[in-house]
């Protein structure tokens, strides 16, 4: 069964930009569509971005729209998300999933403070 690691959160400061990354392993991540969650405590976990099997087909939410990208490279395995112009209110623990299945990573922090 695939499994999924993030990394790359971090503390930054607004206006910075940070890259996120989602690694498989187990199975081949090109069969999946890919999603990228957040959580900020006390609140429902949300859809920030997904992606296509084959990346073709992107969606965002509108709160990260022109400045997240979610992107793959599936000779890497790997799902991204570059988030730009980051906002304090983008402070949550990020999480990459894969879509309609219970595989979940097990979340990286990002913090947006100055």
């Known amino acids: 069964q695939v499994q999924l690691v993030e990394s790359g959160g971090g503390l930054v400061q607004p206006g910075g930009s940070l890259r996120l990354s989602c690694a498989a392993s187990?199975?081949?991540?090109?069969?999946?569509?890919i999603g990228w969650y957040r959580q900020i405590p006390g609140k429902q976990r949300e859809l920030v971005a997904d992606i296509s099997r084959g990346g073709g087909r992107t969606n965002y939410a509108d709160s990260v729209k022109g400045r997240f990208t979610i992107s793959r490279d599936n000779a890497k395995n790997t799902a991204y998300l570059q988030m730009n112009s980051l906002k304090p209110e983008d402070t949550a623990v990020y999480y990459c999933?894969?879509?309609?299945?219970?595989?979940w990573g097990q979340g990286t922090q990002v913090t947006v403070s100055s």
């Open positions: 999933r894969v879509q309609q299945s219970s595989i």
């Open positions: 187990g199975s081949d991540l090109r069969i999946y569509a």
